[in-house]
């Protein structure tokens, strides 16, 4: 029998799950290196309620300043379908590509709607909506915000908002608490002159 490690079997949460925090973070700290640089690329756009989670976990990461990771996508500098090969491409371009967390919104079943989702591999921006743009991510964390099958930009437009800021709270802090808990953990194993 194939035993699949924790780390590697994608997790689904509901937002409103009491112990969506419990369950994340320790996941998150799990996946993250602590021997590498991390970018955090929030994918979306404030022109539709869906599509809006990705900036807005990065307009909250963005307020709490850290060089534990650089930062792309907020609603004042979205990243989307029109410039995230340009930001993908910058990412890569330095001597040591960081490890690359990609944030989106996605459609999903009825009974999944409001779950957050962590796994590894990239997300497919744009799957929803039938566009080809690049994956993104070494591992991804992205919100269920509403039902896909259907008129997909339309759902995405009618999206409740108070649903899309709950799980952009949720994966903001506890995406900034396993990072600041894996560079604790790094600073401690380091050795000491």
Not at 50 to 71: E, I, M, R, Y
Request: glycine share 8%; aromatic share 4%.
């Amino acid at each position: 029998m194939n035993v699949v490690p924790f780390k590697d079997s994608p997790l689904k949460v509901p937002c409103t799950s009491s112990s969506v925090n419990e369950l994340l973070t320790p996941r998150l700290i799990s996946l993250l290196p602590a021997d590498q640089h991390i970018a955090i690329v929030c994918i979306g756009t404030d022109r539709s309620t869906g599509d809006a989670l990705g900036p807005l976990v990065g307009t909250a990461l963005s307020k709490k300043c850290s060089n534990q990771f650089d930062l792309y996508g907020t609603l004042e500098n979205p990243v989307h379908a029109m410039n995230l090969e340009e930001t993908m491409e910058k990412i890569n371009s330095v001597p040591h590509p960081p490890f690359i967390v990609g944030i989106d919104a996605c459609l999903g079943q009825a009974s999944s709607v409001g779950c957050i989702q962590i796994g590894t591999g990239p997300v497919r921006p744009g799957a929803g909506v039938n566009k080809e743009l690049p994956p993104v991510g070494d591992i991804h964390i992205t919100g269920i915000v509403n039902v896909g099958g259907f008129m997909e930009y339309f759902v995405l437009q009618n999206t409740r908002l108070h649903l899309v800021m709950q799980m952009s709270e949720i994966i903001a802090n506890n995406l900034l608490r396993s990072v600041q808990a894996v560079h604790r953990l790094t600073t401690l194993a380091a050795p000491q002159e």
